[in-house]
């Protein structure tokens, strides 16, 4: 039996902006389940609108331990115009805050670092959203509520060049200079918190 997730939370958000909320689940499904993602309860696969699935092996921060798909969070404003991000929740209790973490604390956070990096540009790569983000217990607006003065912590995040002009990349990195900026798929990925890139690279010169 697959353990419970650990607080705090590690969540990674996909907002695509050209499928249906279904559509988008079961694609970011189909391909965590080539990657070895196991469902916890294949009954709900029978369900016609599907909204919470449990799993194992998707992200791997802590051995058998489960993992959640589901949508993020929608303001009711945004549901006449727009449509929820795919979430994706796994246990992050390797992200203590740093000013409390040991050394074998920062050994696990380095591992853990490596696994939600590899899984995150994974999906983006290989399913192409429109923009995602990595946190902490937060979650990725749709753009309505960003476009309204809803408030998201984006300093670890994926734009697709497929939506974003060239233009506004550039400019995302240069309001972000110092920190962590890879060419993932068809877009940019850019990180501030040094335990979601490779580099272990941090920057507070974020938005």
Not at 45 to 59: E, G, S, T, W, Y
Not at 103 to 123: G, L, P, Q, W
Not at 133 to 145: G, S, V
């Amino acid at each position: 039996m697959a353990k419970q997730m650990g607080a705090p939370f590690w969540e990674s958000g996909f907002y695509f902006h050209d499928l249906t909320e279904q559509e988008a689940l079961q694609k970011t499904l189909q391909h965590l389940m080539s990657g070895g993602a196991k469902i916890l309860d294949p009954v709900l696969l029978k369900q016609d609108n599907i909204q919470r699935i449990p799993l194992i092996h998707a992200v791997g921060t802590v051995t058998d331990t489960q993992e959640i798909l589901t949508f993020g969070t929608i303001s009711a404003a945004a549901k006449e115009h727009d449509h929820r991000s795919i979430a994706l929740y796994a246990d992050g209790t390797a992200f203590l805050p740093e000013e409390v973490m040991d050394k074998t604390d920062k050994e696990r956070a380095r591992r853990a670092a490596k696994t939600v990096y590899r899984t995150f540009k994974d999906i983006v790569q290989q399913t192409n959203p429109a923009y995602a983000a990595m946190f902490i217990e937060d979650y990725l607006p749709c753009p309505y509520d960003l476009a309204h003065g809803v408030y998201s912590s984006l300093s670890d995040f994926f734009l697709s060049s497929s939506v974003f002009s060239q233009e506004q990349i550039e400019a995302a990195k240069t309001t972000f200079v110092g920190a962590y900026i890879e060419d993932v798929g068809n877009g940019v990925f850019i990180s501030t918190y040094k335990y979601f890139n490779p580099a272990l690279k941090k920057s507070y010169n974020n938005a």
